[in-house]
C-alpha cells in the first residue's frame, strides 16, 4: 500500500522497486469467468519464489479482453491477496480517459502501491499525444507512475520521448520493453539516474556492467514462475543478486541457460505465428505445466494446438527445476537451504522454524487470535464436535489465513478421514487452495493399502500448492475394531508420499500419549522419520508436565489444545496467557536453560569435547582411505528433522569427507550427536562458541 506523496513518488520508488516482479496472467475457468481461486493460488505460487512484487491486466493479464468490471475484480482479488504484505502494480491504460482515470482510482481505493501505464492502442500515433495522455493520468492520481514502453501499444516511444515523460513528477520510469536492445541501452544511460528503467529481460545485467549504468529491478515478465519452483527459485535468486550488483553468470550458466534458451525458441516462434501478438498461450500453458492456473485465452487470440502443448510438455519436463541432493567436492564447502534444499524448516519456512514448534488447535476466530498472540508458531483449524476429530469450516480457515499474519503456519486437521480416497483428495486440495500451511489426513478404522492410497491420491491432489501433506495415525487405534496400528506411522507417511507425520490420541481422558505409546518407541520413530526427511509432530492430551518428555523426544512440533484453555481443559477457550507461559516453558527446553535430560547430555565445555581429533577442532584425518574433503551443514535456524536428513543425505553421499555440524537449538544438539552415535559415525571434535553455537566434527562410518 503506497505510503507516499505525491511529490515524495520518486524518492519511493527508488527504495521500493527492487529485485524481480512478476507479471501475473488472468486465468479463466471452463466457462469463461475469471478464475479467482486460481489467481489467488497463482500468487501464492509466485510469492513463495522469493518475487518482490507483481503487476496485474498487463498485456500477459489479457486486459484487451476484460470488461470494465472484471478488470477491477482483478485489481480487488489481487489487492486482497497481497494483503499490504507484497508490492502490486495496476495496468490502467485504456481507450476511454474517463475509464483510464477511474480504473486509477479503483487501483488507489485497493491499496496498489502504483499504476502501470502506455499508449491508448488506437490514435496515439505522435509523441505528443502519449505525453498528454499520460499527464492527464499524472495529474489525476497520487500514485507513481510506470510508462510501459512496448511495441504492443502501436508506438514505441524515444528515449529522448521517454526522458520527457519521466519528468512529470509522479512519473518514476519505465518499463522498456521496446524488444530493441539500442533503445534500452540509451534508455539506461540518458535516463538511468534520474527514473528507473527496467529492460525485462537478463541481457541487460552483462551490459549494464559493461557500459556502467545498474538496473535496480526486473518490472516485470514472466520469467519467475516459468523457470522456478517453491523449491528452486534459481531464476528470482539470480534476478535479486544481480539486481544488487552481484551478476553471477556462471550460476546462470549452470542453472538457467537451457530454460532460457527453450522459453526464447518459443517464445520467438509463437509470436511469429501470431503475427506478432505477445505469446499468452504459451505462457499460460507453459505455467500449467508448472502447476499454475491458466486456462484458455480468449478471442482472438487462438491457444496451442495439442501438436503444440505435446512437444512443449516434452521439451519443458525435464527442465523443470526439482530437489537433487549436492555431493560433497574434496575441498570445504558450505550447505545452505540452496545448496540442500532438504535441510528445512518443518512445515513451512522461515527462522521461525528453529527446533520444536508450538501447535494450538482452535475452534473459532477469536481462539485463533488468542492463540496467535500467544506466540503459537502453528494456528491448526480444526472442529472437535464433529465425531473422532472433524475439520472446521472452510470459510473459517481463509478468515484465519487471511487476517494471521502470513508468515505465521496456519493448519488444517481433516481429524479421521473415511476410506473413500476422492473425497479425501477434495477436502486436501480445499486445504491447499485456502493457503493453509498444513492438511492433516488421520487414519483409525482403515487398513494400510487403503491409507497409503487415499494419502497418495491426496498428494497428487496438492501438486502446484504449497500447502504440506500429514500423514495421521492414533496411538489409541488398538482400542478401536480395525484400528490401525500406531507403529506403522513412519513407514505409511513414507510410502504415502507424506512431507511429515502427527500422532495424536482420540480418547480424551485423562490418558494422553506417552500413556498409549512409551517415550523410548517415540523416540525412536521420530528419530527414523528425521532421517527420511519428514517433520515430525505429537499431540494427544498433552500438558505442561509431559514436557520434558517431549523434549527428550524431540519432536519438531508440539500440538496442544486443553494445557493452553483458559481452566485447562479442551472444551474451554484458547487463553492467550497460557498460549505464552506454554510457549516460553517450551523455549526454555530448547535453549538450554531447563536441561530435561540432565546429566544424560554431553557436557560442552569452552574448547573441545571428547573427540579423538586434537586440540584444533578439526580432527587428524586418519580414517582409512579418507579423502581429506570438508562439508558443513548449518543446522541453525533449521528444524532437526531437516538437519538430520541433510547429515544422512550427505554421508550416504559422500563416505570421505569430514562433516561438519553447526547447531544452536539444544535439543537439536543432542539428537545430532545421539543419530551420530546410533549410526556409528565417529565423533571428532564438539566445540562451544561464545554465542552458544555448537560446531560438531564428525567422520562418517567407513570414511
Not at 273 to 293: D, Q, R
Request: charge should be negative; hydrophobic fraction near 40%.
Amino acid at each position: 500500500m503506497a505510503d507516499y506523496r505525491k511529490h515524495e513518488a520518486q524518492e519511493w520508488a527508488w527504495g521500493f522497486m527492487k529485485d524481480q516482479w512478476t507479471t501475473i496472467m488472468t486465468p479463466f475457468t471452463l466457462d469463461n469467468r475469471i478464475d479467482e481461486d486460481g489467481l489467488r493460488h497463482n500468487m501464492r505460487y509466485i510469492r513463495s519464489l522469493g518475487t518482490r512484487g507483481g503487476g496485474c491486466t498487463w498485456g500477459m493479464g489479457e486486459f484487451w479482453s476484460l470488461t470494465f468490471a472484471e478488470r477491477t475484480r482483478v485489481m480487488d482479488v489481487v489487492a486482497d491477496e497481497a494483503r499490504g504484505q507484497w508490492g502490486i502494480a495496476a495496468h490502467v491504460t485504456h481507450t476511454s480517459i474517463g475509464d483510464m482515470l477511474a480504473l486509477a482510482d479503483r487501483a488507489d481505493a485497493d491499496g496498489f502501491d502504483l499504476l502501470v501505464v502506455a499508449p491508448p492502442y488506437m490514435v496515439a500515433k505522435t509523441e505528443e499525444v502519449v505525453y498528454d495522455y499520460v499527464k492527464t493520468l499524472a495529474d489525476h492520481t497520487n500514485l507513481a507512475i510506470m510508462f510501459y514502453n512496448s511495441p504492443q501499444f502501436g508506438i514505441v516511444m524515444s528515449p529522448q520521448g521517454l526522458k520527457r515523460l519521466c519528468q512529470i513528477p509522479n512519473v518514476v520510469g519505465v518499463k522498456e520493453a521496446s524488444f530493441n536492445q539500442q533503445t534500452s541501452i540509451e534508455t539506461h544511460l540518458m535516463i538511468g539516474k534520474q527514473a528507473i528503467i527496467s529492460t525485462p529481460d537478463e541481457w541487460i545485467y552483462p551490459k549494464a556492467k559493461q557500459l556502467g549504468f545498474h538496473q535496480q529491478v526486473m518490472f516485470a515478465n514472466t520469467s519467475d514462475w516459468r523457470f522456478d519452483t517453491p523449491d528452486c527459485n534459481n531464476y528470482v535468486q539470480f534476478i535479486n543478486r544481480a539486481s544488487r550488483g552481484d551478476l553471477d553468470l556462471e550460476f546462470y550458466e549452470k542453472h538457467l541457460k537451457d530454460l532460457k534458451a527453450l522459453s526464447d525458441k518459443w517464445w520467438g516462434g509463437t509470436v511469429k505465428n501470431s503475427g506478432g501478438v505477445l505469446p499468452a498461450p504459451m505462457c499460460k500453458y507453459w505455467g500449467e505445466l508448472m502447476g499454475l492456473a491458466g486456462g484458455h485465452v480468449r478471442p482472438p487470440l487462438m491457444p496451442l494446438t495439442e501438436d503444440q502443448k505435446a512437444e512443449l510438455k516434452r521439451e519443458l519436463t525435464p527442465l523443470i527445476p526439482r530437489r537433487q541432493p549436492v555431493a560433497a567436492p574434496a575441498q570445504a564447502r558450505v550447505q545452505t537451504r540452496e545448496h540442500a534444499p532438504w535441510l528445512n524448516d518443518g512445515i513451512g519456512s522461515g527462522a521461525e522454524g528453529s527446533g520444536m514448534m508450538l501447535l494450538v488447535s482452535v475452534q473459532d476466530m477469536p481462539e485463533a487470535l488468542e492463540a496467535d498472540r500467544g506466540g503459537a508458531d502453528i494456528i491448526d483449524v480444526k472442529n472437535l464436535q464433529e465425531a473422532l476429530v472433524g475439520s472446521g469450516h472452510p470459510n473459517l480457515v481463509e478468515e484465519v489465513r487471511r487476517r494471521i499474519p502470513a508468515h505465521k503456519h496456519v493448519s488444517v486437521t481433516l481429524g479421521v478421514v473415511p476410506n473413500q480416497a476422492g473425497t479425501v483428495a477434495m477436502a486436501v486440495k480445499a486445504a491447499g487452495m485456502l493457503d493453509a500451511t498444513s492438511v492433516k489426513v488421520g487414519f483409525c478404522e482403515a487398513d494400510y493399502e487403503t491409507a497409503v492410497e487415499i494419502l497418495q491420491g491426496a498428494r497428487a491432489a496438492l501438486r502446484g500448492y504449497d500447502t504440506k501433506l500429514i500423514g495421521s495415525l492414533f496411538a489409541d487405534n488398538h482400542l478401536f475394531k480395525g484400528g490401525l496400528d500406531p507403529d506403522l506411522m513412519v513407514k505409511l507417511a513414507i510410502e504415502g508420499q507424506c512431507d511429515g507425520f502427527l500422532i495424536d490420541t482420540l480418547t480424551k481422558d485423562v490418558r494422553n500419549l506417552f500413556d498409549f505409546i512409551p517415550e523410548s518407541r517415540l523416540r525412536e520413530m521420530v528419530m527414523e522419520a528425521k532421517q527420511a526427511g519428514l517433520s515430525t509432530a505429537l499431540s494427544g492430551h498433552l500438558k505442561l508436565d509431559n514436557l520434558d518428555e517431549l523434549a527428550r523426544v524431540n519432536p519438531d512440533i508440539v500440538g496442544v489444545r486443553g494445557a493452553v484453555c483458559s481452566s485447562g481443559e479442551r472444551d474451554r477457550a484458547v487463553a492467550w496467557e497460557a498460549v505464552a507461559h506454554f510457549k516460553e516453558q517450551l523455549d526454555l527446553r530448547k535453549s538450554g536453560q531447563i536441561d530435561p535430560r540432565r546429566q544424560a547430555v554431553p557436557s560442552y565445555g569452552n574448547g573441545y569435547g571428547n573427540g579423538s581429533g586434537g586440540g584444533n577442532g578439526h580432527g587428524n584425518g586418519n580414517g582409512n582411505g579418507h579423502s581429506g574433503g570438508w562439508a558443513v551443514i548449518d543446522g541453525r535456524g533449521k528444524n532437526c528433522a531437516g538437519v538430520i536428513a541433510a547429515l544422512s543425505r550427505q554421508m550416504d553421499d559422500d563416505r570421505g569427507s569430514f562433516v561438519e555440524a553447526i547447531l544452536h537449538d539444544a535439543l537439536n544438539i543432542y539428537d545430532v550427536i545421539y543419530w551420530a552415535e546410533q549410526a556409528g559415525h565417529r565423533l571428532l571434535t564438539q566445540r562451544k562458541e561464545n554465542d552458544g553455537t555448537l560446531r560438531v566434527l564428525i567422520q562418517p562410518y567407513g570414511g
